[in-house]
């Protein structure tokens, strides 16, 4: 499996080029790697190329500072293009990916065919929030905050239906590089694309979950009202919304991708 050197830190990737005509770029969430999307780009192959990395400081990425900014992580989506010699792709991020994709879509919307942002927000939780995780697991460790991860990022019910996929996915987050973790959680905290909304012009399409209690549908609401070209759809499902209902993720997905136009001159269903 490669990996590439990019800003000093070993990007871990996995590209699948299947002779599609269009690529799309998977960012997985803080405390998760590229595996998340499993279950999605399983529906995806037979459509799109698929080119997943692990975020800086997850998976099998490296880190080699203790801080990040969701525009260095930006830039490191950039510089894997670049590096793979790929040019206009679809983008599809959730939550800390959803943050990344805001940014490219202001920054390099030249490089964005359409853009997908679930489960995230303008802005995710308040700064005294990432400051307790922050203090929490820097003192106890991520095993201390196992439960309440679960809580937040899957239902009940899929916990219940499926305990194999949430031990797997828990498995991973317990792996997380802690320096990775806290440098990427304050990332988070300190991004803020409220005021800078009407400038990402790429078409957009955001995803919530109406289980989901830290990128609510209102977040999804206030991203689709500040996003000009922007479509909202919300799916019954916590958090990893992929995760817990991937068939339908992925079909708001492919739609987005394979309809041309603007968003929101289209009628779903
Ligand atoms: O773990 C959480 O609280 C959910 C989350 C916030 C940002 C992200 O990527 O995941």
Redesign the pocket.
């Known amino acids: 499996m490669p990996t590439i050197k990019i800003a000093g830190n070993d990007c871990f990737y996995t590209y699948e080029e299947l002779g599609h005509d269009d690529t799309i770029v998977f960012s997985n ?3 998760t790697d590229l595996s998340m999307w499993d279950p999605v780009v399983q529906l995806l192959r037979q459509h799109l190329n698929i080119l997943r990395y692990d975020t800086r400081g997850h998976g099998q990425s490296t880190i080699s500072s203790d801080t990040v900014t969701i525009a260095e992580l930006g830039q490191d989506v950039i510089a894997l293009l670049d590096l793979l010699g790929i040019g206009k792709v679809y983008f599809c991020g959730l ?2 990916g959803g943050l990344i994709g805001q940014w490219l879509g202001i920054h390099h919307p030249e490089r964005f065919k359409k853009i997908i942002v679930a489960n995230t927000a303008a802005k ?1 939780g308040t700064a005294e929030g990432w400051n307790a995780r922050i203090a929490q697991v820097r003192e106890h460790g991520l095993e201390s905050i196992l439960q309440g ?1 679960a809580e ?2 899957f239902t009940p019910a899929f916990r219940e239906a499926h305990p194999e996929v949430v031990e797997a996915v828990l498995e991973k987050f317990c792996h997380t590089s802690l320096q990775g973790y806290i440098a990427n959680c304050a990332a ?1 905290r300190d991004a803020d694309f409220r005021k800078e909304l009407p400038k990402l012009k790429v078409p957009t399409l955001v995803i919530s979950g109406t289980a989901d209690e ?1 990128t609510t549908p209102v977040d999804g609401e206030f991203l689709a009202g500040g996003i000009p070209r922007s479509r909202h759809v919300q799916l019954e499902a916590n ?1 990893l919304s992929s995760m817990e209902l991937p068939a339908e993720f992925a079909k708001n997905v492919l739609y987005a991708a394979k309809n041309e136009g603007d968003f929101y001159l289209q009628i779903y269903n």
Do not use: C, F, K, Q
């Open positions: 969430s803080l405390g939550s800390m995710i991860t937040r990022w988070v830290v958090h």
